[in-house]
């Protein structure tokens, strides 16, 4: 039976971080093992029975469309080009925004259960919900006074962070003006959710399962060391 959910895939970004790899394919079709980011992804959002995709693309859009036909993947492409931020490649789409609607980045895979994830939206009644994840600092933070006498000291704290994961309902355009929609690259989604934690519309969802998040040739690497890790400990399991 198909679920209702309707996601939007983030996939317009350059990666320029990324450095010569997106020179030839656009991120979300780098390779982690034996399949691309967005196979990872739309495997694992198949098997929750998701099956309603609207895809924002930009950078190298016909690489991913070329992809979404050889693999049967019935979906809405919309092409903002290279130029358009976050928030507003979202805002484009805005009328096939009927019902709440869950965001993903192109760059980033979670296995959320999205299920959990909706109803803990639908009971915040929040105009948006954001997933959160624990994270370790590799650095001792401190702060001091104007003296510079020490005031606080943390070794390795545990942070949380966003890990582009979110769910938004149909009106959040409506409590945004075009300043923030319009801002560059992903200045516009960070001023939204400030926006929006001030009107206290923004609910949290954590999550602490496997994710990956490429951004650089080093998350790559901890990616696919992560992914083997991952699939290794399911084989376990499963024996």
């Not at 693309?57 to 979906?75: D, E, P, Q, T, V």
């Not at 000291?153 to 003006?177: D, M, Q, R, S, T």
Request: a positive charge.
């Amino acid at each position: 039976m198909k679920n209702n959910i309707q996601m939007i895939i983030l996939c317009g970004g350059r990666g320029k971080r990324m450095g010569s790899i997106t020179k030839r394919i656009p991120k979300p079709m780098i390779k982690v093992g034996n399949r691309s980011i967005l196979e990872h992804k739309l495997k694992f959002y198949r098997s929750q029975k998701i099956e309603n995709f609207v895809f924002c693309l930009g950078y190298k859009a016909k690489i991913i469309k070329n992809f979404l036909k050889r693999k049967k993947i019935r979906s809405i492409c919309h092409n903002a080009g290279v130029n358009a931020g976050i928030l507003k490649r979202i805002f484009l789409v805005r009328r096939l925004i009927k019902r709440e609607t869950l965001i993903s980045y192109g760059d980033t895979w979670a296995q959320i259960d999205f299920n959990a994830l909706f109803s803990s939206h639908k009971r915040s009644k929040c105009t948006l919900t954001l997933v959160a994840a624990p994270i370790e600092n590799p650095f001792g933070l401190l702060n001091w006074d104007n003296k510079k006498k020490a005031t606080f000291f943390n070794e390795k704290p545990i942070l949380n962070h966003f890990i582009g994961y979110a769910v938004i309902n149909p009106n959040i355009f409506k409590k945004l003006n075009k300043k923030i929609i319009n801002m560059r690259n992903g200045k516009g989604m960070v001023e939204a959710i400030k926006h929006l934690i001030k009107k206290k519309e923004v609910n949290i969802y954590t999550f602490n399962n496997l994710q990956v998040t490429i951004n650089s040739p080093e998350e790559l690497k901890n990616a696919k060391l992560n992914y083997k890790k991952y699939f290794t400990l399911n084989e376990k399991t499963k024996k």
